[in-house]
């Protein structure tokens, strides 16, 4: 059964961090591109970032390039967000996602998701 599973959101003040990670089970981890999305209460799914099943290229949102990070580590099926300056409109469900196609930033470009995990950030 393929699975993904994201923890370490919480509660944090504006200009704090956060760091996100996502477990891989059921899948060939390696050859899979991911991609954080996110969706706060009202608003569709926005990109967040992407990296490659390589880990050589990496995408971000204009919202949060020179903010965040992802990294991924192939041996522990993992991959992370190292979320920094976080701002109260970071707030929202974050979600792992899985997928082989050639696009980026779309969420049809990905076919398995992670439950999420919830981020507020405080003014």
């Known amino acids: 059964q393929v699975q993904l599973v994201e923890s370490g959101g919480g509660l944090v003040q504006a200009g704090g961090s956060l760091r996100l990670s996502c477990a891989a089970s059921?899948?060939?981890?390696?050859?899979?591109?991911m991609a954080w999305f996110r969706q706060a209460p009202g608003k569709e799914r926005e990109f967040v970032a992407h990296i490659s099943w390589s880990a050589t290229g990496t995408d971000y949102a204009d919202s949060v390039k020179g903010r965040f990070t992802i990294s991924r580590d192939n041996a522990k099926n993992m991959i992370y967000l190292d979320m920094n300056g976080l701002k109260p409109e970071d707030t929202a469900v974050y979600c792992c996602?899985?997928?082989?196609?050639?696009?980026?930033?779309?969420?049809?470009?990905?076919?398995?998701w992670g439950q999420g995990t919830q981020v507020t950030v405080s003014s």
């Open positions: 059921g899948l060939t981890f390696s050859i899979f591109n």
């Open positions: 996602a899985a997928g082989r196609r050639l696009g980026i930033g779309n969420p049809s470009d990905y076919d398995t």
